[in-house]
């Protein structure tokens, strides 16, 4: 499932404060920093699945309240901070929602078996020609 703007957009609660750091005195006058939250347990576009699903993924984001928040402060503008906020807000839950690829077991070659083969045969033919009985036989 991949999660765009209108899907949730309607569950999402923005909160704004004023940002801290440089900017002078537009820091100062305006509330830029956007604080993004989006209630899990409550959501009703959500099914009962994959609420458990976030909430098992996402324990160690969530607040007590099973409330997922992101907040972006980088940008001068509050517009900009809420696109930011809601990007990363996409992006984490999309990550959730990612199935990962299952791996396909590959077999070995029947050149690398061949090769494996033949330096078994080596190791074995060495390790005869090291033993106590070739030792003895040439004394």
Known sequence: MRFSSPDLLP??????????????????????????????????LLSEEEKSLLLVKLENQLTEDGVLQVT?????????????????????????????????????????LLKKKVQKQRNSEVKQLRSKRNIEDSN
């Open 11 to 44: 569950e999402f609660v923005f909160k704004t404060s004023r940002s801290g750091g440089a900017g002078g005195q537009h820091v100062n006058k305006v509330a830029t920093k956007v604080q993004l939250q989006f209630d899990v347990q409550q959501s009703q």
């Open 72 to 112: 972006s402060q980088e940008g001068r503008s509050q517009h900009d901070n809420k696109l930011v906020a809601l990007r990363k807000m996409y992006r984490i839950l999309n990550k959730c929602f990612e199935v990962p690829k299952l791996r396909k077991p590959s077999k070995p070659t029947k050149s690398s």
